[in-house]
């Protein structure tokens, strides 16, 4: 059950513990926040000195205290587990905000604390935000310390959500949430969230979603995701429902950069399976908190249609950057052309420009403006509008804001406001931000966050499983040791999943060899048996036309170490893909996928999906290669059956669920033509 | 000679006309800055009307003017050739910076008027700025008409210069210098450039420039480059010198990226040669406003000795945000531990973290901040320091920002401000400013930057030019007609180069194709004579091994259209490169460069330099490319022979600069190993 309750978002009463008159405390600052932003039930501060506090009535000691809802905790953390006792104990307090540092992000001791106040709460089935957190907000009361932290929604306006495990980051963000006019709603501050983590605030924020008036787009900075599949859950849900995410998550690191080979596990790195997470939820990442807040106030104005923006200015570099930027993300930027496109530029100064960028000139006027919007309006090749106007500083720009902003609330198609002028133009912006307009002050900023909008291609809706033979599954696992399987053991469970594989003999003598080329029929392969690094070793040996040829190379291979025997294969001409998973601590199996050769290694062109994979997701992941130009064919050469490679994922995603047990598994290379793929190697480890 | 001259930067007077009382006029607005600014020369109004115009000497006819050094026109243009023509002929004037629009940008009209004012200044030997500018900034006086205008200059503060094609966007430029500290010394708004280029400024920068008294840093923005030459010779000029240039150049377009194979020369765009002349030149590039402001930012602090970075914090997130950017360049950060770093720690709070980034918590106190700079200094591993520091709104962080300041100014490694807290410390940032500071505002732009300034490898100084047999290429060139050259000169133009290339013979029957094979010695590649583009119509066969597929496949190609006989080569193993060249109008000869095979196309890796090519430029381009880790060798698969292919790209290119006649040249596939690089097949189309 999730743990935020009414008693957290929406309580009659609040206690401050530490409350102070000191607002430069975290007591004085949250005491008072709480008054100013017009917190309407009782507020009780606890403080051992003192009485009225900041006009509230004041209680020397807690015991003193009348029942309260929802606890805020400014106290010294080794005060706090039997604070949190009391209050839930004898106060019926259903909700704890612990502001106070000292728990688990400083060392042992600290993290006993916190646990003993979970202990505590969820005895009494309380809430616990924290501890080491700045607070939350709701629509019913503002309990954050830090400033700014007022509460600024205004009707009719869409508002963002802020989830964050950063209390610094949430004070940062909401600055510029400020300086682009953003309005707030929920903020959560989740600190060390030694109970609620952000799972938890999504699971709440999908469960209470109501379309028109709850938020409709959520930011978040995270540093770690305990509960991903929680996580993704509800994230898909919200976006399904229309909601619009974007994310931070940082700590990336640098592991899989590093890595030899991408063929292998080695790049299936946690970050690697939070950029899938993030896509199977639909959830916009963000790397900077410059690029999250251009994203949120992208979102705040819904996404568009499509991706065919009209761009109007009256400065002609920033028009030309923006355009720059979106061919940087290869979208196209229509160009206007034909009798309306000359009428429209009849009525604009002379050496305006209208192909798009539409550039009216720094001596344009408001109704000349008006009438460009009106032309982008009519036209079906244009899905959204960006508006950049600055301000020289000669004349006063707010009427021609003010126009925009009119315009913006009225018109069928989204218009973005760019305001570059954040100096000479300064209170025009803060105005057209009270009145509830959202504007971006940087041309190319604002591009790549509209391209990241546009090109998100949503969440991924699940498909049903596709059927592979689970019951031999198990059985074929459950009578394996861990660590490599058999060929053998391998084989059946590729035929268990049905994926094609290569036929193949094992000849451990000249006769059994002679015999099984003879069967395949030249060209053959010869790979030793047993050996994982096969390649390394010289343990394979390719296009083998003769038997003279065969018994050479088996004479050879027979003096590698350790060598038993060869596994005899037929020569298959097409191109080498391959696809592997591996399992990640808390994520699951990460599926990957690519095509063979040492270019690709070179760049690192792999492409990454957690289990499960829909079809849809499948294909994206295929798309998304650096090289999937290559899987359609070129030059005369043929391609790799594109449905089949994406079946061919799900499989071996169902595959690793249906057995857990496997670490990782590569199947390299697998070989395609425009009708099948077939794998030639495989290699499962399991634990 | 370089038309700017000691009228325009340094006036003794200066007239303005169509000067105003109207400050919402730019005649009126340019008067205005020009007194507030406190321009200590002879000021002139010219105005039809009034008189005393804003407290200034005013003639209502230019003819009663006295004799002036320097116009700034703020007239209608229809007017503007008559007074050039009077203020040069009759005035003395010998400087005209031109505010008026309608002229080129307007129609053929207006490039008339353009073309008779610059007539009339050369005959003069005056310098025209504009026209269709927003006016010039220099030590002397302000004559410019926008707002931000004003000379902002700080004593003893690295000062920064801004040359720019779009007004708008110097107004836009100078208002994020203000929000970043930034003290602008000279502005050139370059307007229409009808005689004064973004060339002639950096030549009279190069020119002028003083250690220690000229700008160190220079911003560019640009839409066009209309003498490359010029302008990378005074770039890289002064980048030897010491002086940091980062530009914007705009309009990239988007064609190279449409270009089916980057093997020809489709991809050698207008674009990727401005990305070789920055190269070159030492210009840092920038896509947009936010970055170009920010990286500008990094360089007033100067260039560090290397690209360690030690990362303080007192909030956790933006330090792991900039720490995932410098690893995304490659920049990884170094990590602090031993004895010295244990005894930090002991100095700072519980929980603090000084691994770096060293977190030293919301909490931390400035004297543990000085301490941590302390301990950075002392490191060898540390080049530079980063400071995030925001304000959670509880205290004044102004103390802090003082003693920041205080340590920037006489620490010997550069240490960034990154203050995030543009809202709740606005004024302590403000005066931060004042005292001469520079700031950053978001954590992941300054990394951007810093890893940009940090991973710029300078300008590239020229070598001598290989000895190639200039007289040779001549004769070759002059005897050849227009189109594609043929293969026997084609082939000498190669041994002129001295590049090796592959034995051949023709053949135009089987007893000659039989005989040749015998010399050449199986296996051996055939190619049809006399197509360009052969592989497409099935005209090159390889790996002939016998003479019955010899015959088979010469047979098979004397039925294609057109052929009247076959190239005969041997087989040479190795791998494949290629390296070709273009001549791009005002570029001259764009050399590229890159690997072989389709996937080096399906991902466009292939890298550029204009001619001429140093030794380190050309080991730089081969760096650069994606798969350049493929060239040193993999797998146990031998590399390329890296001396061997920069040499080659220096002679390619200076064949192209022996031989301008040279349109296009391909040479793909060359085959490498180890040891050397041999052609296999050039193309050479001359004009």
Redesign the interface.
Known sequence: MNPINEQLTNPKSIAILGGSED????GG?VLHNLIKNGYNGYIYCVNTKGKNIQGQITYNDIGDMPHVDCAILAIPAAACPDAVKTLCSKKGCRAVIILS??FA???PE?SLLQKQIVDTANKYGAVVIGPNC?GIMTERYSGI?????SINRKSGVRTVDLI??????I??LW??S??HGISLANVFSIGNSAQVGAEDILEYLDGTYIKGKSSDVIML?L?SIPDPEKFCRHAASLTGKGVHITA?K?????DG?RAASCHTGAMATPDQAIESLFRKAGIIRA?????LINIAAVLTYGKPEGNRLAIVT?????G??LA??L??Y?I?IPKFTGKDAELLKSRL???SSISNPIDF???GTLDQLMAIIDFCEMRGDVDAIAVIF??????DVAPAYRAILDRIKISGKIIYPIF?????AAGAIKDFHKKGGVTFS????FAKAFAKVALCPGCFENDPAPAIDIKSIRSIIESSASGFLSPGASRMLLDACGIERTKEIIAYDRKELVNAAIEIGYPVAIKVLGHVHK?DIGGVSLNIADENTLITEFLRMMHLKDCRGVLVQPMISGTEVYIGAKKLPGFGPLVFCG?G????D??K?VAFGLSPISRKEAQYMISSL??S??LKG??G?EGVNGTVFAEYLRRISALCRAAPEIEEITLDPLIGNNKKIIAIDVRIRIS
């Open positions: 607002r430069s405390k975290p600052a540092a000292g992000e400083s060392g600290g700045t310390f830090t400033t700014p932290g964050s495990g950063s209390g610094a980051t004070v940062y600055e510029q400020i300086v900075y540093e931070i940082s700590g990336k690191g640098s950069k790397s900077g908190r410059e690029e009256h400065a002609g570099g920033p030309v950057m720059d930027v061919n940087s290869n196209n100064f002379n050496g000139l720094a001596t600055g301000s020289h500083g000669l004349s570059p002028s954040t100096v000479n940087e041309e190319t900023d390649t095509l050769g040492v270019y690709t070179a760049i062109d650096k090289c130009l290559l070129s030059r050469k």
